[in-house]
C-alpha cells in the first residue's frame, strides 16, 4: 500500500518510531537516522531479546534501515539533506528550532523537496510550551491522565505503559496520511504537526467533555467507571475477574447467572443511574455471589451468558489469550518477536520483512541518495 513512499525517519525513542514502524509495516522504505551512538533506545536493557538488542528498541523498529549520521558535522547534515531531498515524509521529534539549527526545518526541506510531507513531534508545540521537555510521564501528569488514574486514597498513578507516546505515534500516522492523500490531490506536501499534551487531551474523550461541560473535574475512582456500574474489578474465590455491564439487561443476566436474580428486581440497582448511586453497596453484594467460584469459572459462565467479563490478565497471558482468539498478534522475525500491526487490511495487509536494524546497519552515502536502492 505505501511501496514506493520513502520515509526520512529523524525521530528516537517512541512516539516517532513507533508511528514509522506502522508506516513500514505497509511497505514504506524507512531510513531511520541515528546519532552514531545510537537510538537512545538501544541502551535500554535488559532486558534483550534473541539478538541481544534491548527489547525496547525492538518493539518499535521493524522493517527500517538504519545509517548513522552525526548532524553536529557537516559530512553528516550533507548526507541528511540529500535524504530529505529524496524523501516523500521527513519525521521528527526533536525540540522545537533545533532541526532549523541543522538547516533542516520545514520551511528547509520544502525549499529542497516541495512535495515532502514533514511531520513534527513536539512534547507541548512549538509556542510558549516549546521549551518544555515532551516526556511521557510528565505529560500524564500535566494532561490529567495521573489525576483520574490510580485509587481514590492513593497518590495519583500512570498508565503502565508510555501511552500518551502510542496515542501521538497513532496520530502522527493519521496525519501523515492524510496529507499524503491531499499530496495525490495537489501534488504538494505540507507540515503535519501533532503534541503529546493535546493528544493526551483528545484521548481523556468522556472525561474531558464532562469537565467542559460542568466546570468540575473527575477524581480518582480506581477502576470504576463515573457513569456505569457495575464496570469495574471484582474479587472471586481466587483472583480478580473484571465485569462490564453496560445495560440493564446485561445486568439482570448477571445477576441470574451469580444466583442473586433478586438483585435485578431491586429498585436500587434496577436501572444504570440507580446502580451509579448505589456502586459500593452492589460492589459488596456482587463480590459475596462471585467468592463462591474460582474467577476463570466465573468468566467462562458469563461469557455463554452474555456479560461482559474477563480474568484480570498480565502480559503475558494476555498474549496467549489473543493467540487462543486466533488474533495472530505475534510477529517472529529472526528469533525476534514483537506484537503485530493492530491494523488488518483484507487486500493489502502488512507485511513483516526485517527485523529491527543494527547501528548503521544500512550505510553508503550512494544508497542515501537514490529514491529506490537496489
Excluded at 438483585?263 to 456502586?279: E, I, S, Y
Excluded at 488474533?327 to 495487509?349: E, H
Aim: charged share 20%; proline share 6%.
Amino acid at each position: 500500500m505505501l511501496g514506493g513512499i520513502r520515509v526520512a525517519d529523524f525521530s528516537r525513542v517512541l512516539a516517532g518510531p513507533y508511528a514509522t514502524m506502522l508506516l513500514a509495516d505497509f511497505g514504506a522504505d524507512v531510513i531511520k537516522v541515528e546519532p552514531p551512538a545510537g537510538d537512545d533506545t538501544r541502551q535500554w536493557k535488559p532486558p534483550t531479546d534473541a539478538s541481544g538488542e534491548a527489547t525496547y528498541f525492538g518493539s518499535v523498529n521493524r522493517n527500517k534501515r538504519s545509517v548513522a549520521l552525526d548532524l553536529a558535522t557537516e559530512a553528516g547534515l550533507l548526507e541528511a539533506r540529500r535524504l530529505a531531498a529524496t524523501a516523500d515524509v521527513v519525521i521528527e521529534n526533536f525540540r522545537p528550532g533545533v532541526m532549523a539549527r541543522f538547516g533542516l526545518a520545514y520551511d528547509d526541506v520544502r525549499a529542497l523537496n516541495p512535495g515532502a510531507v514533514y511531520c513534527s513531534i513536539t512534547g507541548f508545540g512549538d509556542g510558549a510550551g516549546a521549551g518544555l521537555a515532551g516526556y511521557d510521564l510528565l505529560v500524564q501528569a500535566v494532561g490529567g491522565l495521573m489525576s483520574i488514574t490510580g485509587s481514590p486514597d492513593g497518590e495519583p498513578a500512570k498508565a503502565g505503559v508510555a501511552l500518551v507516546d502510542v496515542i501521538t505515534g497513532q496520530n502522527a500516522v493519521a496525519g501523515i496520511l492524510l496529507a499524503l492523500r491531499e499530496r495525490d490531490r495537489t501534488g504538494a506536501g505540507q507540515r503535519v504537526e501533532v503534541n503529546l499534551l493535546h493528544g493526551l487531551l483528545s484521548a481523556l474523550t468522556n472525561q474531558a467533555g464532562s469537565t467542559l461541560a460542568t466546570g468540575r473535574a473527575p477524581a480518582r475512582m480506581g477502576n470504576q467507571h463515573p457513569s456505569i456500574a457495575p464496570y469495574a474489578v471484582f474479587r472471586a474465590a481466587d483472583r480478580e475477574l473484571v465485569i462490564a455491564v453496560g445495560n440493564d439487561r446485561q445486568f439482570r443476566t448477571l445477576a441470574r447467572l451469580v444466583g442473586r436474580e433478586e438483585l435485578g428486581d431491586a429498585a436500587r440497582f434496577a436501572t444504570n443511574p440507580a446502580r451509579v448511586a448505589h456502586r459500593d453497596e452492589l460492589g459488596t453484594e456482587l463480590e459475596g455471589a462471585l467468592a463462591a467460584r474460582p474467577a476463570a469459572e466465573w468468566a467462562a459462565i458469563f461469557a455463554d451468558g452474555g456479560v461482559p467479563a474477563g480474568l484480570v490478565h498480565d502480559v503475558a497471558e494476555a498474549i496467549a489469550f489473543a493467540e487462543s482468539l486466533g488474533l495472530d498478534s505475534v510477529v517472529d522475525l529472526d528469533g525476534r518477536r514483537s506484537i503485530a500491526d493492530p491494523i488488518g487490511m483484507s487486500a493489502t495487509p502488512p507485511s513483516y520483512r526485517t527485523p529491527p536494524p543494527a547501528l548503521d546497519e544500512h550505510a553508503g552515502a550512494d544508497w542515501l541518495h537514490r529514491k529506490d536502492p537496489e
